[in-house]
């Protein structure tokens, strides 16, 4: 799908009223025209008052809505357009409280909605295993401050870091927000995100052998000095979330902490492409919701 690159005036311009959402909405969910998703016929009846489509074979009502992230929310849809359009506009961010002042909703609801997004952020990324030479490494955030390898640390919470590699440098990662660091949890996390017999690198924490039973795990010694900067590329990433969590959120609690991770990781695998998320969140909004 072509993407596009939006800012405020353009993005203001395509979606000025409700239909023109609805239409969007129609367009990317049917290309070719209504199809039922009980039958697969390609013809129905709309009901104005309901704003339903009624298949003409199976009867089965359904609305442009459904299925998608906007399902059964009383939301406009511009205000759902607007939030994606914010969420994926900022690179640092936005908070609950500040949407809910631009679109007009209470916290609650903002929170919500940031909430669904994240969500579908992070499914996204979900489906996308790495493959190549891979970095493991684990570190650790708080509330207000955040360090690495103080582990014993009663206020944090520790997150799994899995990073694949291009180029010698760091090209997709995925983060995972975990309540320790024993062996299960990283075999389980490893699994999960990173392809059978991969090479994986990692820095000497003895856990991390685990993956040796998966995967080609490779124990690198780092140079001296550099013990706080090793595995590298996992390190850069995690120096750039710290500063994300610090910035926008003033610290995170455990609760919200994998929201915020899927939100990091997806905008940090798609970094240059920046322009172009506001558009790709509200493609994920309509076509690819969890
Ligand atoms: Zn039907």
Redesign the pocket.
């Known amino acids: 799908m072509q993407m596009t690159e939006t800012g405020f005036f353009e993005w203001q311009s395509r979606f000025q009223t409700e239909d023109d959402c609805l239409r969007y909405l129609q367009n990317l969910k049917w290309p070719n025209g209504f199809i039922?998703p009980?039958?697969?016929?390609s013809h129905a009846h709309f009901i104005q008052t309901r704003h339903l489509y009624q298949?003409s074979?199976?009867?089965?009502q359904t609305s442009v809505r459904a299925g998608t992230l906007f399902h059964r929310s009383h939301l406009s849809l511009q205000k759902w357009f607007w939030a994606i359009y914010f969420t994926g506009s900022d690179k640092n961010s936005i908070s609950a409280v500040r949407l809910s002042k631009l679109i007009e909703v209470n916290w609650r609801t903002a929170r919500l909605m940031l909430k669904k997004l994240r969500q579908a952020m992070g499914h996204k990324d979900s489906l996308h295993m790495l493959k190549g030479v891979i970095e493991v490494d684990d570190t650790l955030v708080s509330g207000k401050r955040s360090g690495h390898h103080g582990r014993r640390a009663a206020d944090k919470a520790s997150i799994l870091i899995t990073c694949e590699g291009k180029e010698n440098q760091a090209d997709y990662i995925a983060m995972k927000a975990v309540t320790n660091i024993r062996h299960g949890t990283v075999s389980s996390v490893v699994k999960k995100q990173v392809f059978d017999h991969q090479k994986a690198q990692g820095d000497v924490l003895p856990t991390l052998d685990v993956i040796n039973k998966t995967h080609d795990h490779e124990v690198r010694v780092p140079p001296s000095g550099k013990v706080n900067e090793w595995p590298l590329w996992a390190h850069i990433a995690t120096g750039n979330l710290k500063a994300f969590l610090l910035g926008t959120f003033h610290g995170v609690s455990g609760k919200y902490l994998q929201e915020y991770l899927d939100e990091f990781c997806y905008r940090y695998n798609r970094r240059f492409f920046e322009q172009e998320i506001p558009d790709r969140l509200l493609n994920l909004a309509v076509i690819r919701t969890p």
């Open positions: 039922c009980q039958c697969g016929h298949c074979s199976c009867q089965h």
